[in-house]
T-cell receptor
Framework: DTEVTQTPKHLVMGMTNKKSLKCEQH?????MYWYKQKAKKPPELMFV???????INESVPSRFSPECPNSSLLNLHLHALQPEDSALYLC????????????FGPGTRLTVL | QKEVEQNSGPLSVPEGAIASLNCTYS??????FFWYRQYSGKSPELIMF????GDKEDGRFTAQLNKASQYVSLLIRDSQPSDSATYLC??????????????FGKGTLLTVNP
């Protein structure tokens, strides 16, 4: 089973709202990722958690705040977003060993008004 | 700046033909290579991964890797209209401490015509 789940599937929020995206996997993977994808562009890495510790932050604005409560869960807290942050947000996971395969969740389609 | 280059397409093939998707990468130290398929509005789905030089076959899909030429390809035999999608080539980032990072190509849009 290579399933990564994400909720919600769609989210519309105003620039003053606070919302959270959630990601879950039960494959025993120890690395989890957040990506942002704009239309007709490849996924763009935002954050990587390895063994529940933040290991990569790709200079993402502070209005995006990741959290890894345990090895199966990954959250992305959103606050004071801009319309240009509208995108497909993808979660992925991998075993946590070097160069291993990343499996993507279905994504959350975010629209910021 | 590590780069992964793909022909953006669109690549159009008739149903039943072989579709050939190509990818070159700049980092000679890269160790693992992936092909993802992405339907419009959906998330990337892993099709193949390859680590060693040569060919790797899985059903109608064959991945080919040539590390000396820094080239990886994906062949789709007996192409079906359901194969119509964007195919993303991804290469691991081998810089120390960053081997979780994938560098993606911009993707090739494949259209299989009935």
């Amino acid at each position: 089973d290579t399933e990564v789940t994400q909720t919600p599937k769609h989210l519309v929020m105003g620039m003053t709202n606070k919302k959270s995206l959630k990601c879950e996997q039960h494959m025993g993977h120890r690395a989890m990722y957040w990506y942002k994808q704009k239309a007709k562009k490849p996924p763009e890495l935002m954050f990587v958690y390895s063994y529940e510790k933040l290991s990569i932050n790709e200079s993402v604005p502070s209005r995006f705040s990741p959290e890894c409560p345990n090895s199966s869960l990954l959250n992305l807290h959103l606050h004071a977003l801009q319309p240009e942050d509208s995108a497909l947000y993808l979660c992925a996971s991998s075993q946590g060993t070097a160069w291993d395969t990343q499996y993507f969740g279905p994504g959350t389609r975010l629209t910021v008004l | 700046q590590k780069e992964v280059e793909q022909n953006s397409g669109p690549l159009s093939v008739p149903e039943g033909a072989i579709a050939s998707l190509n990818c070159t990468y700049s980092d000679r130290g890269s160790q693992s290579f992936f092909w993802y398929r992405q339907y419009s509005g959906k998330s990337p789905e892993l099709i193949m991964f390859i680590y060693s030089n040569g060919d790797k076959e899985d059903g109608r899909f064959t991945a080919q890797l040539n590390k000396a030429s820094q080239y990886v390809s994906l062949l789709i035999r007996d192409s079906q209209p359901s194969d119509s999608a964007t195919y993303l080539c991804a290469v691991n980032d081998d810089s120390g401490g960053s081997n979780y990072k994938l560098t993606f190509g911009k993707g090739t849009l494949l259209t299989v015509n009935p």
